[in-house]
C-alpha cells in the first residue's frame, strides 16, 4: 500500500434529502477513537501531500470530529510529511467558526451547488445563501473551493446557464455530474449534447480571454489512449462510521445493505481493527479484484467494452454506474451515449481554442 488518498466517511447521516442522492441514510456518526486508529495506521502509508478528505452523510455534522482529526494529523510528522485536506459538503452548516477553520488548515472544499436546478434537486430553497457562502468563501484566502454540481434528465436544460453562472461568480474550479439513479432517455441525451455544445462555448470564450479552463471536465490535455482502471484499493482507501474498510467510499455506498452478496465479500477489507492484525494477508487477496475493475472486463449487456472502437476514450466508475443496475461492470447503453457525447464535445473544445 502506497496511498495518494484516504477518505474519512465521517457519517452516514444528512440534513438535505436530494432527488439524485444514492446513499442510504443512518444515524451514524465516527468516533475520535475510530479516527486516531485509523491515522495511527494508514498514515506511515501515505504519500507526502495525500488527499485526506472528509466525507457524508454531510460531514460538517461531525464537525468535532473533523476537527480533532486534523490536530491529530499535526502531531504527527506533519512538516515532514504533509497531508492535503478537502471536505465535500452541502454547505448549509458551513458558519464562521468552520470557515475559519478551513481557512487555517487550507482546506479544498467541494461545494454541491447545482446552479439553477439547485432548488429542484435539492428540495431546499437556499440558492441565495448558497450564493451567499460561495461569495465569502472566495474571500478566504486560504480555501480552494470548487463547485460540484449534479444534472438529472429533468435538470439538464439548466447545464449550461448554471455554469455560466457560477463562472460569473468568480468560482475558477467548477465540475459537473450527471445522474445515474434514473435512466435518461433519447429526449434527454439531446438535451445534454445541445447544452454541453452551449458550455464548450462559454469556456472557450473564458479561455481565450483569461488563458484557463474554469470546468475541470474540459482540462486542457489532449485524450491519452489508454484502458481505464479503477485505483480503489491500490492508492486510495476509505473508512465507514462504524470502521468498515473499503478501497473507495462509492463501495460503501453501493454495498449498504447488501452485506448477503457474492460480491460484498470480495471488495470488502474488513473491519479497522482486523484489518491492523492481518492486512499482510487480506490485501494481496482482496486487491486482484479491484484491479479487475477495468473498461475491457465491461459490458453492455449487449455486448463487450472491448470491442468498442472507443475503449481508450472511455472512463467510467464501475460503482457510479451500478447505482441504475445494481450490477458492477454492466454500462447502460445510454451511459455509453453520454461517453460519446463527452468525447465529441471534449474533441470540439480542443480544436476550438486553438484556432487563431
Not at 478501497?247 to 460480491?263: A, S
Not at 468498442?308 to 454500462?331: M, Q, W
Request: net charge positive; glycine share 4%.
Amino acid at each position: 500500500m502506497k496511498l495518494s488518498s484516504f477518505t474519512f466517511i465521517v457519517t452516514d447521516d444528512c440534513n438535505f434529502y436530494c432527488e439524485y442522492c444514492p446513499q442510504k441514510k443512518e444515524k451514524k456518526f465516527i468516533s475520535v477513537d475510530l479516527i486516531k486508529r485509523a491515522i495511527d495506521f494508514f498514515y506511515p502509508l501515505m504519500e507526502n501531500n495525500a488527499s485526506v478528505g472528509f466525507y457524508g452523510g454531510e460531514p460538517l455534522l461531525c464537525f468535532n470530529a473533523i476537527r480533532e482529526a486534523v490536530i491529530y494529523f499535526k502531531k504527527k510528522n506533519f512538516p515532514a510529511k504533509p497531508v492535503d485536506f478537502s471536505i465535500t459538503t452541502n454547505g448549509s452548516l458551513l458558519n464562521e467558526e468552520v470557515l475559519e477553520f478551513l481557512n487555517q488548515n487550507r482546506f479544498s472544499v467541494i461545494l454541491s451547488f447545482d446552479g439553477f436546478a439547485h432548488n429542484i434537486s435539492r428540495k431546499k430553497d437556499d440558492f441565495n445563501s448558497i450564493v451567499d457562502l460561495i461569495n465569502n468563501i472566495r474571500k478566504c484566502s486560504q480555501i480552494e473551493l470548487e463547485t460540484n454540481s449534479v444534472f438529472t434528465p429533468g435538470t439538464v436544460r439548466y447545464l449550461a446557464e448554471s455554469i455560466h453562472f457560477i463562472i460569473e461568480l468568480g468560482v475558477k474550479k467548477i465540475r459537473y455530474v450527471l445522474s445515474t439513479i434514473e435512466k435518461w432517455n433519447e429526449e434527454a441525451l439531446i438535451e445534454f449534447e445541445s447544452e454541453l455544445e452551449k458550455v464548450v462555448n462559454i469556456i472557450v470564450t473564458y479561455y481565450k480571454k483569461n488563458g484557463s479552463i474554469p470546468v475541470s471536465n474540459f482540462k486542457k490535455k489532449t485524450p491519452e489512449k489508454g484502458l481505464f482502471t479503477c485505483t480503489a484499493g491500490k492508492d486510495r482507501m476509505a473508512i465507514t462510521p462504524d470502521g468498515k474498510i473499503w478501497g473507495c467510499y462509492q463501495f460503501h455506498e453501493y454495498f449498504k445493505g447488501k452485506e448477503k452478496m457474492n460480491e460484498y465479500s470480495k471488495y470488502f477489507f474488513g473491519d479497522l481493527d482486523y484489518f491492523i492484525d492481518h492486512y499482510k494477508t487480506i490485501y494481496p487477496e482482496i486487491l486482484p479484484n479491484y484491479a479487475d475493475l477495468r473498461i475491457d472486463n465491461f459490458s453492455t449487456g449487449k455486448t463487450y467494452c472491448f470491442l468498442c472502437g472507443d475503449i481508450e476514450y472511455c472512463e467510467v466508475c464501475p460503482v457510479y454506474t451500478a447505482h441504475s443496475n445494481s450490477i458492477l461492470g454492466k454500462i447502460p447503453a445510454w451511459v455509453c451515449k453520454i461517453n460519446k457525447i463527452k468525447k465529441k464535445m471534449k474533441k470540439d473544445f480542443l480544436r476550438k481554442i486553438q484556432e487563431k
